[in-house]
């Protein structure tokens, strides 16, 4: 029996989940020249357009994808610890109290060098979750769908053994 085969018609008119992901996306582009007038003389114009596009199968057949930290919403929580405690120290600055002063003075220095590992300690722990999804869910589902097939006689996906 052939490996391809699947266990509920028996039929081979089958494909994997990769081969019909990969067959069913498409792109291409087209170039078009012209003449436009401007002023009574004739200018050369052109353009490029670029497409791209799936079917409906290939996009219900996508293979799963891993997480990612993403580091533009860190730099952006960097701003946003930093700027917050640049204003704390800010404040406190212009108490008419002067140990509370001295103490927004302290703050504002040291904001830019506490926001640093604020930023790094919450960014190492959302990565090492992303890191752990990836191991646990996202890897094995990638290998499952790397030996996922597809029958198109009676529509059964099955796994290879």
Known sequence: MNAYACPSCGSDNTQSFASIYDSGRYSGGSTSYGTAYVDGKAVPVGGYTSHS????????KAPPEEKRAGVFRWILLFFAVFIALSLGGRLMMIS???????????????????????????YRKQRNKVRLYNDLVAR??????RRSVHCFR????????
Request: neutral net charge; proline residues 4%.
């Open 53 to 60: 596009g799936m079917t409906d199968l290939a996009r219900s």
């Open 96 to 122: 008419d109290v002067k140990i509370i002063g001295q103490i927004g003075a302290a703050v504002l220095l040291l904001s830019f060098y506490l926001a640093i590992p604020v930023v790094v300690l919450l």
């Open 140 to 145: 094995p589902n990638i290998e499952r769908w």
């Open 154 to 161: 009676c529509n059964h996906d099955f796994l290879l053994r």
